[in-house]
């Protein structure tokens, strides 16, 4: 670092105890205090909302803002009271004159910012984590060419801190922050309001919570990660084996070591068996391992974190399909076992190919589904668990590819969220909302994007996982579906003015209208408004930007597009719906204590 050392004036004009202003030729703002034969210089601009610390009263050497009381260690620059910290700037006395050096430390401011924006992710304050990101973003070090721009760092630091305080592995914050930097990339949402909104997401959940299993304390309850040194690397198997004996630390400990020698593909290909043998946490399994890859290949620094707080999630994950309603889906995946299947070790298709077409062209020998047999398929997909689970696996058995099939099922994953009935949200004795129908469509998109990149035979499971789950939830349909509303002409920003009033009918009246550039053109005009104005509650904002994005993708890959996926959208964004349903919720307690039984579901 090269000192640039400044003239500040006199000593005699330096009253003791006292805070006095000094400026350079460049308009740069010092509050100055002697105290103690040294003289302390921070910068004079508050960083909270940059008032002048030269205004500020001094006691026992901490110097406190006139404007909001925030207190800050002349010594050292930290915060006593309030919120980040501020610059210190070295000073020393040559003879009778003041000598400061603006010379910046980079190594070490970027070591204070880092530290500053993680504690305010710890605090779960998002405006402090946006000052620190920005005051990172000024030092220059990020590469443009990324698409995040001066926040690259910054959202970096959030995907790392995130995962590694995860309590229970990778979550919903960490899913939307993945959603998020694809939007700032595409120019769908500004960076800092995207910030903010991850910022939220992730401190939200993870508030006051040390790093998972790396000795966080007593405070936190948690046991010190087991390190794993004598184990086969070559071996990837062993982290499927220890998730599904629940060795939750062994599996953390063996895939931070097989990212460190392996990458994000060696996570991808031990991860892949697991998630492909049933539906986990209701869809959650492979959707949060689908972002954790997306996240770990953006950000490569935080990977190792990244992935090991996806496989925390899936060692505490419920195997659904397990459970005695899945009885069909049980029985389909158990077929295919002896079904042979075209095509080779990989699953065919790059990772930009359509869902529907790497799976058809991917697979030697696979057979395509005609527009008369996919609508066919997607009726008996929408049927029930037992219909679809079967008509899969018969569509299998004929050579269809695995990901023809989940292309057709994340169709009619469309269609079964827009006919969501609402009622169920009404109901005091069910606990059944719209949330749990749009994990239908995010679990068929995830799963079409793993099995690009799937075996055959894994693929196949997940064609079969992702249509059960569809028919599953059936019973969540409406009794008859809504009569289309009449046709509205399209115009430029009249589809974004009804979705902000509310207007659900008018919206989808004027999606009617789109063509299929019409319709790609509208995900990315109401991203903003899933992002930042559909929802209140981080958990409600992350299911409105990971359903939008989903049904984004579904549509770019289908080489039949429709108007359904922005129907769904539309149908399931729009409305107001109760965030904190306080009747529900202590209905549903009073009538579990009452007669012990569980609240109605979807089956």
């Not at 992935?307 to 994950?317: D, K, N």
Request: glycine residues 10%.
């Amino acid at each position: 670092m090269k000192s640039d050392w400044i003239d500040l004036g006199p000593l005699s004009e330096f009253p003791a105890d006292e805070p006095v202003l000094r400026k350079d030729g460049a308009g740069r703002r010092f509050a100055c205090v002697l105290r103690g034969g040294e003289v302390h210089a921070l910068d004079d601009r508050c960083p909270h909302q940059g008032y002048p610390l030269s205004e500020g009263a001094l006691r026992g050497g901490v110097l406190t803002c006139a404007w909001h009381n925030w207190k800050f260690d002349l010594a050292s620059g930290a915060c006593a009271f309030g919120g980040e910290p501020v610059r210190r700037y070295a000073t020393r006395i040559d003879g009778d004159r003041v000598l400061l050096n603006r010379a910046v430390d980079t190594a070490a401011e970027v070591r204070r910012l880092v530290a500053g924006l993680r504690e305010a992710v710890l605090r779960d304050d998002p405006a402090r984590a946006l000052r620190e990101g920005l005051r990172l973003g000024a030092l220059g070090l990020h590469r443009m060419e990324t698409g995040l721009g001066s926040l690259h760092l910054a959202f970096e630091v959030l995907a790392k801190d995130g995962a590694e305080r995860a309590e229970y592995g990778f979550d919903h914050g960490l899913a939307l922050l993945s959603e998020l930097c694809a939007w700032v990339e595409r120019g769908w949402v500004p960076a800092e309001e995207a910030f903010v909104v991850a910022a939220h997401a992730i401190g939200e959940a993870s508030a006051r919570l040390g790093p998972r299993g790396k000795g966080a304390g007593k405070a936190t309850g948690r046991s010190p990660l087991v390190r794993i040194a004598d184990f086969e690397l070559d071996e990837p198997a062993k982290v499927s084996e220890a998730l599904a004996a629940e060795r939750r630390d062994e599996a953390e400990a063996r895939m931070r070591e097989l990212v460190e020698v392996r990458g994000t593909a060696g996570a991808r290909r031990a991860l892949l068996p697991f998630v492909a043998q049933h539906l986990y946490d209701y869809g959650h399994g492979a959707i949060f391992l689908a972002k954790a890859l997306e996240l770990a290949e953006r950000f490569p620094s935080a990977a190792d974190e990244v992935l090991a707080a996806s496989t925390v999630q899936l060692a505490w994950a419920t195997a659904d399909t397990s459970l005695p309603p899945f009885a069909a889906t049980r029985a389909a995946l158990a077929g295919l076992a002896e079904l042979p299947l075209p095509g080779s070790e990989a699953c065919a298709g790059s990772a930009g190919a359509s869902a529907a077409g790497a799976g058809a062209a991917g697979a030697a020998g696979a057979v395509p589904l005609d527009p008369a047999e996919r609508a066919a398929f997607e009726a008996e997909v929408l049927a029930g668990e037992r219909p679809a689970v079967e008509a899969t696996a018969r569509w299998l058995a004929r050579g269809a590819g695995p990901l023809a099939l989940l292309g057709a099922v994340g169709h009619a994953a469309a269609v079964r969220l827009a006919r969501f009935d609402s009622a169920w949200e009404q109901r005091l004795d069910a606990e059944v909302g719209v949330l749990d129908v749009t994990h239908a469509v995010t679990f068929a998109e995830a799963a079409a994007a793993l099995g690009r990149e799937a075996l055959p035979r894994e693929a196949a499971r997940l064609a079969v996982l992702a249509a059960g789950f569809v028919g599953k939830l059936r019973n969540g349909d409406a009794p008859a579906p809504p009569a289309p509303p009449p046709a509205a002409r399209a115009s430029g920003g009249a589809l974004r003015q009804a979705v902000e009033a509310r207007d659900v009918a008018g919206a989808l009246a004027i999606a009617r209208e789109l063509d299929a550039d019409g319709r790609r053109r509208a995900f990315a005009e109401l991203a903003p408004f899933a992002a930042f104005d559909a929802a209140v509650r981080p958990i409600f904002t992350a299911h409105a930007v990971k359903t939008l994005e989903a049904l984004h993708r579904l549509e770019a890959s289908d080489p039949q597009p429709d108007g359904a996926y922005l129907e769904a959208l539309l149908t399931y964004l729009v409305p107001v719906r109760q965030e904190l349903g306080v009747r529900r919720i202590a209905a549903v307690a009073k009538k579990f204590m009452s007669d012990g039984r569980p609240p109605e579901g979807l089956y």
